[in-house]
Nanobody, 125 residues
Framework: VQLQASGGGLVQAGDSLRLSCVAS????????LGWFRQAPGKEREFVAA????????RYSPSVKDRFTVSRDNAENTFYLQMDSLRPEDTAVYYC???????????????????WGQGTQVTVSS
């Protein structure tokens, strides 16, 4: 599975962005799909995750009620809609996919086998 993330950019606080992650090579049906981010000088952190079926979603407390994760089965693509962006959301955002945990460890990067290349999100104050 190859993942390609896109949609990052430079925005002002309060703006919105939608990140996309296109999966190729094989369908990601049944996978857990996640978004992580890494700010300069900080460790990679969990942002959001969704089961490919759409039956489950989880969010980091720092983004809950502002970010929405979704997927499009037909396009083999999943998304991260980011609203009410804050300067502290500035980071490189990575999409990822895994099949091992069954959603039990959706927030643990070590369980994700496939990673996109990252897309930069910069939020100015």
């Amino acid at each position: 599975v190859q993942l390609q993330a896109s949609g990052g950019g430079l925005v002002q606080a309060g703006d919105s962005l939608r990140l996309s992650c296109v999966a190729s090579g094989r369908t990601v049906s049944g996978y857990v799909l996640g978004w992580f981010r890494q700010a300069p000088g900080k460790e990679r952190e969990f942002v959001a995750a969704i089961m490919w079926s759409g039956s489950r979603t989880r969010y980091s407390p720092s983004v809950k009620d502002r970010f929405t994760v979704s997927r499009d089965n037909a396009e083999n693509t999943f998304y991260l809609q980011m609203d009410s962006l804050r300067p502290e959301d500035t980071a490189v955002y990575y999409c990822a996919a895994e099949t091992r945990s069954g959603f039990s460890y959706y927030d643990r990067s070590q369980y994700y086998d496939y990673w996109g290349q990252g897309t930069q999100v910069t939020v100015s104050s």
